[in-house]
């Protein structure tokens, strides 16, 4: 053998070895990555995760290509993400935050095939930590991206007004409420919910022994229930079998009739009217539940029994009540109606007097 061929194959047996050197060397490093990641789960479900994040970090520089590795430093990144809720974690939170966004985009780019399940998991996860590091305006822009790829999904439009509301912007969300019912007019639950929105001032404080926003006049609490009252029949119009509109309108009936100021013994015309459109309020509230009776095909509560079982109450008016008041309301609106027509006449009386005093007086 020449001294070319002698060492030509000097280099081959070298470099053999050396791939064979490397090969060893490589899986060896795979052997201890695995090692540290299993150390890593270990620490993490002592829900120790920045340990554990050191120890999936340390893998990643002996076996940077795998992908376990991503989603396990991604889960606790978030966990600690969500552990750290004070003002002034808000920085750490961040960084911690970051990372769990990055390594879950990692793992799902170096999935070898990608499922919808992979896709919706990683989405998932994506918006938990948005939420979690209060980021407003990405996860608004994330809805209002999802709502213009895919108009017309109404659920995206609640789902917007909620984020709008979460960022402390409450006049969007509104908008986006309304927004609902012009986009969807045919849809009840969006006249439904709308109705809902407006109602919310009407309820009373959480400490509060009353029934209805004492915070709010009662002509303020007559006007909102009427507009929740309007929207909710919006609702019933496109469906009649829409059982929570009814539950709904019964309690804005109620709200007008606590709004109603309703005094004993009522001798002026005006209280007198205010205490017959109370009771028609209550039996308003009443007819409402009776619908939702009917729907949920409960009885009618037995007359002078216990009822044994869930039964629908009775009306708070009898029909002869109901005539009386329809009576006595005829003939205050007829008076209301001659006392105006009479000073209306005086009035007109007194300014014809008032003209010819006036020529005389020239």
Not at 217 to 225: I, P
Not at 329 to 337: L, V
Request: aromatic content about 8%.
């Amino acid at each position: 053998m020449g001294r070319s061929s002698y060492a030509n194959g000097r280099r081959a047996l070298a470099a053999l070895a050396l791939g064979s050197l490397l090969s060893v060397l490589g899986g060896c490093a795979k052997i201890e990555a695995r090692d540290l990641i299993r150390e890593g789960n270990a620490l993490y479900k002592d829900a120790k995760f920045p340990e554990a994040i050191e120890k999936y970090d340390a893998a990643e520089q002996l076996e940077p290509d795998g992908v376990t590795l991503f989603w396990n430093r991604a889960c606790a990144a978030e966990s600690q993400v969500l552990k750290m809720k004070e003002p002034e974690q808000r920085a750490e939170r961040k960084t911690f935050a970051d990372m769990a966004l990055r390594d879950f985009q990692k793992w799902y780019e170096r999935l070898p095939e990608k499922t919808d399940h992979d896709a919706k998991e990683l989405e998932t996860h994506r918006l938990a930590i948005l939420d979690a590091d209060e980021r407003c305006d990405d996860l608004l822009q994330y809805w209002l991206e999802r709502h213009r790829a895919e108009p017309k999904e109404e659920a995206l439009y609640k789902r917007i007004a909620r984020q709008y509301s979460d960022c402390g912007k409450d006049d969007k969300k509104k908008e986006w409420y309304v927004k609902r019912t012009e986009d969807f007019a045919d849809s009840p639950k969006a006249w439904h919910e709308l109705a809902i929105l407006e109602f919310e001032v009407l309820f009373p404080d959480s400490e509060s022994a009353l029934p209805y926003n004492e915070n709010m006049s009662g002509q303020q609490r007559l006007e909102v229930a009427d507009k929740v009252i309007g929207l909710l029949d919006k609702a019933t119009a496109i469906d009649s079998k829409f059982r929570d509109a009814y539950v709904w309108r019964a309690m804005a009936h109620s709200q007008k009739q606590f709004a109603r100021r309703v005094v004993e013994d009522p001798q002026e015309w005006g209280d007198k009217l205010e205490a017959i459109r109370a009771r028609e309020d209550s039996m308003a509230a009443w007819r409402q539940q009776k619908a939702v009776c009917d729907l949920d095909e409960i009885p009618d509560c037995p007359k002078d029994k216990v009822p044994e079982t869930a039964c629908c109450p009775p009306p708070p008016m009898t029909p002869e009540d109901q005539a009386a008041d329809e009576e006595l309301k005829r003939q205050i609106e007829a008076e209301m109606k001659a006392a105006e027509a009479a000073q209306l006449e005086e009035e007109e009386g007194k300014g014809k007097r008032g003209k010819r005093k006036g020529k005389r007086g020239k």
